[in-house]
Antibody, heavy 114, light 107 residues
Framework: EVKLVESGGGLVQPGGSLTLSCAASGFTFGNYWINWVRRAPGKGLEWVANINEDGSQKFYLDSVKGRCTISRDNAKNSVYLQMNSLRAEDTAVYYC???????WGQGTLVSVSS | EIVLTQSPDFQSVTPKEKVTITCRASQSVVNHIHWWQQKPDQSPKLLIKYVSQSISGVPSRFRGSGSGTDFTLTINSLEAEDAATYYCHQSNGFPQTFGQGTKLEIK
């Protein structure tokens, strides 16, 4: 079964940090771009960042650039999103997804609040 | 940023009807349009990628078409299990963006 499973979300204070993980299974992970997408409460889907097959290309939403770092470890079939200087507006369910692999994870909730 | 506008926002339909959902982009996305289906309490499921490419395991009643800025998801002979929210998604422009969603209710 083709699958992406996110983890690492939680409650964090403004200015804090979190690292989200996305573990893949059921497909050749290293052949696909991976996106991180989020949905804030009451809002639509928002693309956050993505990374190419070998990790040499990375792109970020302007509002997270400089605060987030996407990376991947193809040996571990995983992609990561390190998030620093978190703000209230980063509160959302974060998903990893891949059009190429035709799969979307179940999401992990990040809450930024004091 | 490329804005994707879906229509309608909501549609109530009966089984066996043919349903058409449109997605209009504010500028050309070439063929980088994908369609996702999300049911309550589930993650989105990819129905169609790159305008019209079918996905393994997705029923053949789901079809995509279009080019440039105007795209369509057609569901032929709607079934009760198709009750869901449908999103278009473009991966051509930076940043990638999603439509606001079209909720289908089955009468």
């Amino acid at each position: 079964e083709v699958k992406l499973v996110e983890s690492g979300g939680g409650l964090v204070q403004p200015g804090g940090s979190l690292t989200l993980s996305c573990a893949a299974s059921g497909f050749t992970f290293g052949n696909y771009w991976i996106n991180w997408v989020r949905r804030a409460p009451g809002k639509g889907l928002e693309w956050v960042a993505n990374i190419n097959e070998d990790g040499s290309q990375k792109f970020y939403l302007d509002s997270v650039k400089g605060r987030c770092t996407i990376s991947r470890d193809n040996a571990k079939n995983s992609v990561y999103l390190q998030m620093n200087s978190l703000r209230a507006e980063d509160t959302a369910v974060y998903y990893c997804e891949s059009v190429g692999a035709a799969t979307w994870g179940q999401g992990t909730l990040v809450s930024v609040s004091s | 940023e490329i804005v994707l506008t879906q229509s309608p926002d909501f549609q109530s339909v009966t089984p066996k009807e043919k349903v058409t959902i449109t997605c209009r982009a504010s500028q050309s996305v070439v063929n980088h349009i994908h369609w996702w289906q999300q049911k309550p309490d589930q993650s989105p499921k990819l129905l169609i990628k790159y305008v019209s490419q079918s996905i393994s395991g997705v029923p053949s009643r789901f079809r995509g078409s279009g080019s440039g800025t105007d795209f369509t998801l057609t569901i032929n002979s709607l079934e009760a299990e198709d009750a869901a929210t449908y999103y278009c998604h473009q991966s051509n422009g930076f940043p990638q963006t999603f439509g606001q969603g079209t909720k289908l209710e089955i009468k």
